[in-house]
RNA sequence: GUCCCGGUAGCUCAGUGGAUUAGAGCGCUUCCCUGCGGAGGAAGAGGUCGCAGGUUCGAGUCCUGCCCGGGACGCCA
């Protein structure tokens, strides 16, 4: 990565003064390579010089002169065709610049790369897995499920794009209570549809998509289960009912581009005698505890979690968490995940303290399981917060807001905040808005880029992939402040991935996407690509745009979002 | 009561301890189509970064307290 290579190159700079005594022979503290805001501060910068001025002052009690630090540093600096300069700036900043030459020759290695480009091998193979939404199968998806199901998929793009090796897994809740209700309420459904008056569960699912499931029953069974005791039949629709509601699950997250490798059962656990399993290994290891005829995990041993956490109910029955620790026994002691990310809501953030005590009861290394939590979507309608509940069905779907916003819109709008933040979502505003969306800007850019490289195909200037070897020399000719600030952008990509995978939270590249599409469109004004009188300086800026066009179809496809060849305005109104 | 997360432009939100000017999108104002897609480009107005202390060469960013909003504190899931 190329903040990587210039962060050794620093690197190799302090060394080298330290050799020949220009340096204090101090451990020196790690060099950090930041972006300066302003660009007349350089493409890189480094705080190193003030930093060991500090370390310096501390262990010595002299006052040492940054930018003297500075000074030696900038003159062991490695003659490397990377870099063109190294200055000294303000108290004490190394102002680093990029080549213009190794710029220009980017373009082409960023063509070279193609959809690879951005692809970085910081994972090494890693086996990591990302569980996310994990809904209860017993209906439609509320919306909230939509921002853990695009957090949790993008995140999954990204980390393949850093070299992980990672696995998408939804957590089906099917061996609980609600699924039982919900099985219950089926099979309520199903008697009525056939003319018997059986009630629905008190606590169960109220919603009409229950009678779709019903009829489909219906269709498939006849009144098969209504010749059968009531224990017989609820039994015998547990799969069915399964399988009903997993299809449409499965349906309702690819209208949005996410799919999964796998779906965990959650009875699975139960059946395969791993609730028992994972008990005894925490049995064995002295972490449990029988007290008041419940079975205790003993979670207070662990530092920052005071309470004790029940396993098996006094009456005989494991509790959820029981569930939860198979499942997470599962993942790194059967299937030995390097890393596992949860992707939770945070109404769930009470869990996570007996989740990391669990880890180190396992004898784990609590960090290799990560809770990514986000913040909460409340739905407003005439600006006031509307309350939803899945059981009175009552909620907005993901489907429906799909339908009225559109999937890419969606996507993009749900990955240009934070985690962390609340969303209130007003769906008349989010369709008012969804034709403002920022996404059609970069979509459009796209779309653009292609037509024109089309054109420009026509008038003989042909893009790269048509050529056996690339004409680098005309490269050099792309030298104008818009073209270098776009090559500058594009070679941002590898940043942007590695930043997304550092944090845990994608939305840094909706931003990226945005700022690519901009200096294309700035770039796009300022210069004429297709100039049949300056055919060197056509291929190159070609060349370009080639390039943008990659880095814009990867960062989209990275977000899941679709990167057309053409679009057009559907609701132009035709004057006269 | 304890714990967790927010509070940044009119609105929706970004912002890795850095550099006399804190950013984007939308909205608003003004320009730019005889040149490849105007879903575009150039510029402008708009901010006590919730409040008060502290740490440091340097704080929107770290620490403490307080205010406001949301969430969590079950032998529920």
Known sequence: MLRNQVQE?????????????????????????????????????????????????????SKPNPRQIAQA??????????????????????????????????????????????????????????EHVSANPTGPIHYGGARNAVLGDTLANVLEAAGYEVQREFYVNDGGTQFRLFIETLYARYAQLLGRDEPIPADGYQGDYMLDYAQQIVEEAGDRFLRMPRDAALTELRPLGRAL??????????????????????????????????????????????????????????????????????????????GDIAYHYDKFLRRHFDKVIDVWAVDHQGHVPRMNAMMQAFGLDPDRLVILMYDLVKLIEDGKEKKLSKRAGNIITIQEVVEQVGADALRFNLLTRGPESTIEFDMDLAVREAKENPVFYVQYSHARICSMLDKARKAGFAP??????????????????SELALIRKLLEMEEQIATAVEKLSPHNLTYYAMDVAKAFNSFYRDARVIDPDAPALSQARVYLSQATQVVLARTLGLLGITAPQEMWRDDVEIDE
């Open 9 to 61: 190159l620093v690197e190799q700079a302090v060394i080298a003064g330290q050799a020949d005594a220009s340096l204090p022979a101090i451990e020196m503290p790690q060099v950090e390579i930041a972006r300066p805001k302003q660009p007349e501060h350089g493409d890189y910068s480094t705080n190193i010089a003030m930093v060991t001025a500090a370390a310096i002052r501390k262990a010595t009690e």
């Open 73 to 130: 540093i900038v003159d062991h600096m490695p003659d490397d065709p990377l870099i063109s300069a190294a200055e000294i700036a303000g108290p004490g900043f190394i102002n680093l610049r990029l080549a213009e030459e190794w710029l220009q020759e980017q373009v082409a290695a960023i063509v070279a790369a193609g959809d690879e480009f951005g692809t970085i091998d910081q994972g090494a193979g890693q086996r990591w897995q990302v």
């Open 245 to 322: 509601v997993l299809v449409s699950l499965e349906e309702e997250l690819a209208g949005m581009g996410v799919r999964y490798d796998n779906w965990f059962s959650e009875q699975t656990l139960y059946d395969e005698g791993l609730i028992e399993q994972s008990l005894n290994y925490l049995q064995e290891r002295g972490e449990l505890v029988k007290r008041d005829g419940a079975v205790w995990f003993l979670a207070s041993n662990y530092p920052k979690h005071e309470k004790d956490v029940v396993v098996i109910r006094s009456n005989g029955q494991p509790t959820y968490f029981a």
């Open 464 to 481: 790269a992939a048509e050529f056996d070897e690339m004409d680098h020399s005309v490269l050099a000719l792309l030298s104008q402040p």
